[in-house]
Nanobody, 121 residues
Framework: QVQLVESGGGLVQPGGSLRLSCLAS????????MIWYRQTPGKERELVAS????????NYADSVKGRFTISRDNDKNTVYLQMTSLKPEDTAVYYC??????????????WGQGTQVTVSS
C-alpha cells in the first residue's frame, strides 16, 4: 500500500542542476520524516538528506552540504531534492523513504524504482 515514486533524474553536466521529486502515498505523510538516499553500483546506500514533518529539522550528508536542498510539501505528499553544482561523484540512483517522526519506527521495507542521476561531461 505504501508507494514512493521518485522522478526528476537525468543526465547533466558537472556544475548543473536537477530537482528530484518523490510522491508518497499509503501512509500519513505529515507524521513522517522524509529521507533521500542514493546508491552507486559497488557502494553502500548513502543517506543524502532528511527533513522532519514541518521542516523544522534538516540534515545533509557532508558531501552535499551547501549544494543540495531538501524540502517538502505536505499538501502534495511530496518531498523534493534540489541539487546544484553537481559533481560526477553525485552520479547514483536516488531513492526516497520515510520513518515516523515520533516513536521507534524504521524506514519502510519496500523501495521505489529510484531515479537515475548521471553527472558527466
Amino acid at each position: 500500500q505504501v508507494q514512493l515514486v521518485e522522478s526528476g533524474g537525468g543526465l547533466v553536466q558537472p556544475g548543473g542542476s536537477l530537482r528530484l521529486s518523490c510522491l508518497a502515498s499509503g501512509f500519513n505523510f505529515r507524521r513522517f520524516v522524509m529521507i533521500w538516499y542514493r546508491q552507486t553500483p559497488g557502494k553502500e546506500r548513502e543517506l543524502v538528506a532528511s527533513i522532519t514533518t514541518a521542516g523544522e529539522s534538516i540534515n545533509y550528508a557532508d558531501s552535499v552540504k551547501g549544494r543540495f536542498t531538501i524540502s517538502r510539501d505536505n499538501d502534495k505528499n511530496t518531498v523534493y531534492l534540489q541539487m546544484t553544482s553537481l559533481k560526477p561523484e553525485d552520479t547514483a540512483v536516488y531513492y526516497c523513504n520515510a520513518r515516523p517522526q515520533v516513536g521507534l519506527g524504521k524506514t519502510f521495507n519496500s523501495w521505489g524504482q529510484g531515479t537515475q542521476v548521471t553527472v558527466s561531461s
